[in-house]
């Protein structure tokens, strides 16, 4: 299964929005809502963010947002803060497994 | 609260095997799938597979076929990846996490085991 496709870095400032896409086939992000984003700081376990596209885990803000259009995901985080700057990943769970997005390096100007 | 911790760093020659724990505290260690995903230097995450501790059942991405293997020590909550014939390919930071909602999502995420593969 291809790795899902994302951008490579994205930039903003605080209190801006950003999108993060992340992009797939009929045959996974467009045919199920298995979708989830992870958060990644340097040296550090990846965290969390998102899954069933949407959703956020008990403890994550609600500045972060999932949504998905056709074989496209997207992560939206509102207000971005200085602590918002990490790596993102997406990920689709289909056919019994996983596969990542490249990652996306988010910088906070 | 939900605990995943890992064995410590791993340095092998090429060719051999190398067998790292994830050991799970916090929670039934049979109610949830174990994942391990490994991150090779300045690179993202690669999914490698998952393991059912309840059924022992496991699934494994096609690139890892043949060479991993997981299991589960339900006796110490204690999940295992080995995997063999390694090459300098395989030096990575392998991190195994406890999913949610089944096996899809990986919520709770030990703190990563660097595996060196260095002759």
């Known amino acids: 299964q291809s790795a899902l496709t994302q951008p490579a870095s994205v930039s903003g400032s605080p209190g801006q929005s950003i999108t993060i896409s992340c992009t797939g086939t009929?045959?996974?992000?467009?045919?199920?809502?298995?979708v989830s984003w992870y958060q990644q700081h340097p040296g550090k376990a990846p965290k969390l963010m998102i899954y069933d596209v949407s959703k956020r885990p008990s403890g994550v803000s609600n500045r972060f947002s999932g949504s998905k259009s056709g074989n496209t995901a997207s992560l939206t985080i509102s207000g971005l803060r200085a602590e918002d700057e990490a790596d993102y990943y997406c990920?689709?769970?289909?056919?019994?497994?996983?596969?990542f997005g490249g990652g996306t390096k988010l910088t906070v100007l | 609260q939900v605990q995943v911790v890992q064995s410590g760093a791993e340095v092998k020659k090429p060719g051999a095997s190398v067998k790292v724990s994830c050991e799970a505290s916090g929670y039934t260690f049979t109610d949830y799938y174990i994942h391990w995903v490994r991150q090779a230097p300045g690179q993202g995450l690669q999914w490698m597979g998952w393991?059912?501790?309840?059924?022992?059942?496991?699934n494994f991405a096609q690139k890892f076929q043949g060479r991993v293997t997981m299991t589960g020590d339900t006796s110490i909550s204690t999940a295992f990846m080995e995997l063999s014939r390694l090459t300098s390919d395989d030096t990575a930071v392998y991190y195994c996490?406890?999913?949610?909602?089944?096996?899809?999502?990986?919520?709770?995420w030990g703190q990563g085991t660097v595996v060196i593969v260095s002759s």
């Open positions: 996490a406890r999913a949610v909602a089944g096996p899809k999502y990986l919520q709770h």
């Open positions: 990920c689709s769970y289909v056919g019994g497994g996983g596969v």
């Open positions: 393991i059912n501790p309840n059924s022992g059942a496991t």
């Open positions: 009929r045959s996974d992000v467009g045919s199920y809502n298995f």
